[in-house]
C-alpha cells in the first residue's frame, strides 16, 4: 500500500500556527476516522501527538490540534515554540492492511 | 506507567543471525498488539508487523515478511523481531509499539534499538 503524502517541510516563526496536510487515497478513505499523528524530535523516539483525526492523549499540549476533510488529515501547530521542531508522521489504519500505512514525514523547523 | 523498553544496541557481521526485545509493562501485556516498525538512517517510519501476545496472531508487512520473525513470550511479557540471517541492508534503528485494538493508534514507544550490519 502506497504511503501517505505529507509536505517535505513547513517552517514558521515562534508564536505562529503552521498546518501540516497528510494526503491518502479515495478508495483508503473509509479508514481515515483513526489518523494518528506522532512528533520524532532527533534522537528521539516516535510520541503520539493526536489520535482519532482530533483526539488529544494526556499530557499533549492543546497548542496540538487535528482534523480531517475528505482525503486528507491535517495536524496544526499554534503558538509555535522551539521545541516543536521535530520530523512529524501521520499514521492511518486502512482496510486493506492489518498494519495501516505511515504519512512520508514533515520536518518542522522554528525560524 | 506504561513502557515498553527495548534491549541494547547491536553490531553484527553479514549473515549473522540477531534477536532483539520489547519488554512491556505496567498493562495487561496479552490485550494489546505490539508492532515493530523500522527507520534507516536519515529515513521515515515503515511498519514490519504487528503480533497480538494473547494467541500470538501474527501480520507481517509484505515487504518484510519472509525477511523477519516476530514472536512473544507472555510469561515474561517480552516481543521478539529476529532475523536469520542480516544484510548491510538490515542496518536501521528498530522500535517497537502498543496497539489498542486493530485500528487504535500506537502508544507508547520503546525507546529504540539501533542495529548495525557491517562486516
Known amino acids: 500500500q502506497s504511503a501517505l503524502t505529507q509536505p517535505a517541510s513547513v517552517s514558521g516563526s515562534p508564536g505562529q500556527s503552521i498546518t501540516i496536510s497528510c494526503t491518502g487515497t479515495?478508495?483508503?478513505?473509509?479508514?481515515?476516522?483513526?489518523v494518528s499523528w506522532y512528533q520524532q524530535q532527533p534522537g528521539k523516539a516516535p510520541k503520539l501527538m493526536i489520535y482519532d483525526v482530533s483526539n488529544r492523549p494526556s499530557g499533549v499540549s492543546n497548542r496540538f490540534s487535528g482534523s480531517k476533510s475528505g482525503n486528507t488529515a491535517s495536524l496544526t501547530i499554534s503558538g509555535l515554540q522551539a521545541e516543536d521542531e521535530a520530523d512529524y508522521y501521520c499514521?492511518?489504519?486502512?482496510?486493506?492492511?492489518?498494519?495501516?500505512?505511515f504519512g512520508t514525514g514533515t520536518k518542522v523547523t522554528v525560524l | 506507567e506504561v513502557q515498553l523498553v527495548q534491549s541494547g544496541a547491536e553490531v553484527k557481521k553479514p549473515g549473522e543471525s540477531l534477536k532483539i526485545s520489547c519488554k512491556g509493562s505496567?498493562?495487561?501485556?496479552?490485550?494489546?498488539?505490539i508492532a515493530w516498525v523500522r527507520q534507516m538512517p536519515g529515513k521515515g517510519l515503515e511498519w514490519m508487523g504487528i503480533?497480538?501476545?494473547?494467541?500470538?496472531?501474527?501480520t507481517y508487512s509484505p515487504s518484510f515478511q519472509g525477511q523477519v520473525t516476530i514472536s512473544v513470550d507472555k510469561s515474561i511479557s517480552t516481543a521478539y523481531l529476529q532475523w536469520s540471517s542480516l544484510k548491510a541492508s538490515d542496518t536501521a534503528m528498530y522500535y517497537c509499539?502498543?496497539?489498542?485494538?486493530?485500528?487504535?493508534?500506537?502508544?507508547?514507544w520503546g525507546q529504540g534499538t539501533l542495529v548495525t550490519v557491517s562486516s
Open positions: 505496567g498493562y495487561s501485556f496479552t490485550n494489546y498488539w
Open positions: 503480533i497480538y501476545p494473547g494467541d500470538s496472531d501474527t
Open positions: 479515495s478508495s483508503d478513505a473509509s479508514g481515515y476516522d483513526y
Open positions: 509499539a502498543r496497539r489498542s485494538g486493530r485500528k487504535g493508534p500506537f502508544d507508547p
Open positions: 499514521s492511518s489504519y486502512i482496510s486493506s492492511s492489518t498494519l495501516g500505512v
